[in-house]
């Protein structure tokens, strides 16, 4: 099936797709809103800056694009700034305003511990995955961030802990996001990202 | 749960060619950069590094065609750098495919070229490279490879660092790389105990049990080498099994 990746006008978009196609899937990248709405299954990847990639996404007139197709239950997968994009706002840049799919704040890691959380680090899953079937629990996925989504009841399918428990693999109806890059998370990632494309066809 | 120690193998590349010095100077043919990053990818290296030694500015072409080349090997966090001067060099180092940049002589004569790293591709992408050796005035920043003193103190430095956005700092014992003598743990321990930031060591690899010393009393949240992997002296994967074995976290591929 085909993936529309969005490019929002930087980020990994390269290695996202090169581990998409190895897995059998087509991908297009997309930067226009006409695209997302036609769009049968969308991969949002994001590094950098919370207020670079809102305002990324804003100025190319692909915000309300994009909550009109996961509204109407298009599967979606947000990798890293792509997770904290579906919330409401982040501590990172407070003026600014996410996605707002989920009702909540993305939180700077705690003063405690080092950040950027950089590396490989395991989860705790709080309920059945879809993303994560077939993995061992001890798996470990690389992760490289210094904000985080406090993991919640709701929305949170596996949390990893540094400083706080944060939302490490969200699953809410068609809206799933990764706050690891799976596309640099050798054997392990590269599984989730196919669970993704068998669950999305 | 716990955040690993990673085990990074590292590329000195010059005119596509991976060489490898003893103490920044005398350089041997290790292999082919692609080779060597597939082998390293599925050994379970934690992240690849790769760096352009090259002194010449018309070698950038062929640097970023192997970084080009070379991240298509990989599934793990890949980092490049050498010679990185402006945010031009960086942005095309990642567009090639690097997901960070290392930054070293360029950022000791110009700290903001690290700061308008980080405001254009965040913290996890900046890696501030420092190479270290203890002097009489103690633990002294060189830069050109070495070659030069830059009268900066390591942990000043590290700190300045860290304050423009650096978001890890790799650190390398000059005394210490290529002499397989083992890592420099109170150099590392010290700057680790300074930053916020993980610290990732580098310099004199040669025994499991150096890897385990750095991860312990050197406090580091990763360990660079290269000889020992390149000449399959190690294998990534038993390396790691003894690390494991010794209660360290790490990675096991399976």
């Given amino acids: 099936m085909k993936i529309s990746i969005i490019d929002y006008g930087a980020g990994n978009l390269p290695s996202v797709e090169r581990a998409l196609r190895s897995l059998g899937a087509e991908t297009e990248c997309v930067t226009k809103p006409e695209q997302i709405a036609a769009a049968r299954a969308l991969i949002l990847p994001g590094v950098g800056h919370f207020s670079a990639f809102v305002t990324g996404l804003r100025e190319r007139n692909l915000t309300a694009a994009l909550r009109d197709a996961i509204a109407a239950g298009i599967p979606i997968l947000g990798i890293c700034l792509g997770l ?24 700077a890691l ?92 | ?25 005398g350089l041997r043919d290790m292999g082919d950069p692609e080779e060597l990053a597939a082998r390293y990818n599925r050994e379970g290296a934690d992240e690849l590094i790769l760096l352009d030694i090259t002194a010449s500015r018309d070698g950038r072409a062929t640097f970023l065609e192997t ?23 960086g942005n095309a180092v990642l567009r090639a495919g690097a997901d960070k940049v290392t930054v070293n002589t360029a950022a000791v004569e110009r700290p903001e070229l690290i700061s308008e790293l980080a405001a254009q591709f965040g913290s996890q992408a900046v890696v501030l490279s420092m190479d270290v050796k203890k002097t009489t005035a103690g633990w002294e920043v060189f830069i050109r490879g070495g070659a030069e003193s830059s009268g900066r103190d390591a942990a000043v430095w ?31 321990a010290a700057i680790a105990q300074q930053v916020s930031v993980p610290v990732i060591a580098s310099g ?23 000889s020992i992997f390149h000449t399959a002296e190690h294998s990534i994967g038993s390396l790691k099994k003894y690390l494991a074995g010794c209660g360290v976290p790490v990675r096991l591929s399976r």
């Fill in chain 1, 84 to 107: 904290q994009a579906m919330f409401a706002s982040s501590a990172e840049a407070p003026g600014d305003q996410g996605l707002d799919l989920i009702h909540e704040n993305v939180q």
């Fill in chain 1, 110 to 201: 705690p003063t405690n511990v080092k950040s950027p959380h950089i590396g490989w680090n395991q989860l705790r899953r709080l309920r059945q995955s879809i993303l994560l079937r077939d993995l061992p629990d001890d798996a470990y996925f690389y992760f490289a961030h210094s904000y985080a989504a406090a993991a919640s009841e709701p929305h949170t399918a596996a949390a990893c802990e540094h400083g706080f428990p944060f939302a490490a693999v969200l699953e809410q109806n068609n809206l799933m996001a990764v706050q690891f890059h799976p596309e640099k998370s050798g054997e392990a990632g590269w599984r989730v990202l196919r669970n993704f494309l068998e669950w999305a066809q």
């Fill in chain 2, 1 to 25: 749960m716990t955040l690993a120690r990673r085990i990074i193998p590292c590329l000195d590349v010059d005119a596509g060619r991976v060489v490898k010095g003893v103490e920044f100077a």
């Fill in chain 2, 67 to 89: 970084v080009r080349r070379v991240a298509q090997q990989l599934n793990i966090p890949f980092t490049a750098g050498g010679g990185i001067r402006r945010l031009e060099d």
């Fill in chain 2, 158 to 188: 590290a700190r300045e660092g860290v304050s423009r956005g650096a978001g890890e700092i790799l650190l390398t014992a000059i005394d210490r790389d290529g002499t397989c003598s083992g890592f420099d743990c109170g150099l590392t």
């Fill in chain 2, 204 to 226: 004199g690899a040669k025994t499991f049990d150096d890897f385990l010393a750095v991860f312990g009393e050197g406090q580091a949240d990763a360990a660079l080498a290269a």
